[in-house]
Structure formats: structure tokens, C-alpha cells
């Protein structure tokens, strides 16, 4: 199957591209072809022209995060739902083993050019596991969950970034009973979402419109989620929270002038498993 330009995990590796040194990905720059441009442009203009600086935050966050885990006497086992074209397994050290699960035509693609990259040396070989499975269905959950049994003794960390929002509150609850199922005390999640708040700025009416007329993708839940859905959550206990504005502030990347209202501003959010 084809994977169409203005998919959305394209636009986030040209994102992550446009600004290596921010967001620590120096491989994003393989995967957008020539197509997604357009698209970009047009988002920049028709939502919101900081959503690229905020997504190598986002990039930057994680990476530091999954390289202080890779750097402890355990080993690592990333596990990334809803993996996209994200690009952490090549920058980090190569002991560290990674899930990655997406759709069908995503996964087969990625596992292919990620196996003709390595061929012409433009990538490091890594232990990825490519795969295919519905994140919120139980039943394709039960694959995942063979492939792990595999690594005894890791720490696992799961990863789910820009996923969220393309989720129901329901989906995401499944999400939540897998990461249950799978982790045990001292695991983590880390997550991404859009804070209920930014349902009142014009800059989210304006994403929901570009999705709906724009991208022809209008069955989105456009899901936001309050801090307390962190703060009590079942079986775990939230570790650390930051936004991107503020990492961006923090970095001196983003001007703390910026009006808060136009900043499609996602909270990132890091559990430990009880
Ligand atoms: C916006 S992209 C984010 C990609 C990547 N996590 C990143 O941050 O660069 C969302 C990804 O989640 C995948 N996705 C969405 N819903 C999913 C589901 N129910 N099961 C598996 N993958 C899903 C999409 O195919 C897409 O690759």
C-alpha cells in the first residue's frame, strides 16, 4: 500500500529535519520526499507556524529521556506505539532493543528502507522490530506481547508520542490496560498530548478545520487530556511533566513573548510503573 505525502508522520520527520541541533534526530532527514513540502507550507500557514520548532522539542525531550534510561545498568527495551518515521534506535546506544509498532503500510515500509539505508551505510544497524498491529486491539496487542517475552530482564519504557490525539478516550484506555499487562514496577510511559485548555484557542480551531478540509480526515476524535488523567492513574505514578514552550523557553528557542493562544503547545508526560 501506499503511503500518501501529507501523511502526518512524514511532516514530523521534516520537521525534526529542519532543526537538527534542536531536536537531536540527525536521521529525519532520509525519510520526506519532495510532496510533503507543499503540505507543510500550507499548515505553517492555514494553523500555525511554530508547530516545527515544537516538535524537535519534542524529539529533543524524549531522546534525552530514553538516553538517561540507556545509560543505567539495565538494559533497554524501547517500545514505541504509533512509531511513525520516529528515529531514537540510531542515535541511541545499540545495545538498547526497540518495538516499534504501526499500521500495517507503515511498519512494512519503514522496515524496508530501513533495511536498504543500512545497506548503503546511511544508517547504523540496530535491534528494531518492525511491527504491525492496531495499538487500541487487544487481540493484535497479544503479538506484541510475544515478541517482548523475549527480553527478560529489560526495562521497558513505553513510548507513545503524537498518537493521542488521533484516539478516543476509549482507545486510549486500551492503551493504557496493554501498558498495564506489560510492564512491571519501575517501567515507564511516556506520553504527549494537547491539554484540554487549548480547546478555546483559535489556533486548535484552526488544526481541526485543516484536518476536516484540508488533510479529508475528519473521523479524528481530536482528543485532549487533562494533567489530572496523569496525575491518577492506575497502577502508575507521574515522574515528570514538561511542555514544549517550556523546554523551548528553557533551550532559548522560543521566544517567551509568544502568545499563547497561536502555540499548538503539547504537554509531554513520563510515568513509572508501582
Ligand atoms: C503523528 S504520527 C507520530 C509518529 C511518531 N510517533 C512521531 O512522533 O514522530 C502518528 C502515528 O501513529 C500511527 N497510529 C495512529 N493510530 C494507530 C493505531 N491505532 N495503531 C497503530 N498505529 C497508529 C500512525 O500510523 C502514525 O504513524
Known amino acids: 500500500m501506499e503511503i500518501f505525502v501529507h501523511d502526518t508522520a512524514f511532516m514530523i520527520a521534516y520537521y525534526r529535519a529542519q532543526h537538527e541541533s534542536v531536536s537531536k534526530d540527525p536521521y529525519a532527514s532520509i525519510w520526506p520526499g519532495p510532496g510533503v513540502k507543499p503540505w507543510i507550507d500550507s499548515f505553517t500557514e492555514q494553523v500555525s507556524p511554530h508547530d516545527e520548532i515544537l516538535h524537535c522539542l519534542r524529539n529533543r525531550f524524549f531522546f534525552e529521556e530514553l538516553q538517561q534510561l540507556a545509560a543505567e545498568p539495565q538494559p533497554l527495551l524501547v517500545i514505541n506505539l504509533g512509531a511513525g518515521f520516529s528515529m531514537y534506535p540510531y542515535t541511541l546506544p545499540s545495545e538498547v532493543v526497540t518495538v516499534e509498532v504501526d499500521f500495517d503500510a507503515v511498519a512494512q ?157 503539547e504537554h509531554f508526560y513520563v510515568l513509572s510503573k508501582i
Open 109 to 265: 515500509y519503514k522496515r524496508a528502507k530501513v533495511k536498504s539505508f543500512q545497506k548503503e551505510g546511511i544508517l547504523p544497524h540496530r535491534e528494531v522490530h518492525f511491527m504491525a498491529a492496531d495499538i487500541t486491539n487487544p487481540e493484535e496487542q497479544a503479538a506484541i506481547i510475544e515478541t517482548l517475552e523475549t527480553y527478560k530482564g529489560y526495562k521497558r519504557v513505553v513510548l507513545i508520542e503524537g498518537v493521542f490525539f488521533f484516539l478516543t478516550k476509549d482507545e486510549i484506555g486500551k492503551v493504557w490496560s496493554f501498558c498495564n499487562k506489560i510492564l512491571t514496577t519501575e517501567d515507564r510511559v511516556m506520553c504527549v498530548s494537547f491539554e484540554d485548555s487549548l480547546l478555546k484557542t483559535p489556533v486548535f480551531k484552526r488544526l481541526t478545520r485543516y484536518f476536516s478540509e484540508v488533510l479529508k480526515s475528519d473521523h479524528n476524535p481530536y482528543t485532549t487530556l487533562p494533567h489530572s488523567y496523569y496525575e491518577h492513574r492506575d497502577g502508575f505514578t507521574l515522574l515528570k511533566q514538561e511542555s514544549g514552550f517550556q523546554l523551548g523557553q528553557k533551550l532559548g528557542v522560543m521566544n517567551s513573548n509568544l502568545d499563547s493562544m497561536e502555540l499548538l503547545n
